[in-house]
């Protein structure tokens, strides 16, 4: 799973840099960073996890773009 996001990852970069589009948006990742916390209320997940497992698999994603 984590090998196919960062194929993604490297594609989404790819087409910023010919749109010339910043590769951090950060509106962006504060609204999925939003999302994914709520969900995971929902879920009974905790916050601190949550944000540390999705902000490693962010920056990995910034490194590969």
């Known amino acids: 799973l984590l090998a196919k996001r960062m194929s993604i990852s490297h594609e989404?970069?790819?087409?910023k840099e010919v749109n010339n589009i910043?590769?951090?948006?950060?509106s962006r990742w504060n609204q999925v960073?939003?999302?994914?916390?709520v969900r995971g209320e929902q879920l009974g997940l905790?916050?601190?996890?949550?944000?540390?497992?999705?902000?490693?698999?962010h920056i990995a994603s910034i490194d590969t773009q």
Request: net charge negative; proline share 4%.
């Open 46 to 57: 905790n916050h601190d996890l949550i944000n540390t497992i999705y902000s490693a698999i």
């Open 33 to 37: 960073l939003l999302n994914i916390n």
């Open 22 to 26: 910043p590769i951090v948006q950060q």
């Open 12 to 15: 989404i970069g790819e087409l």
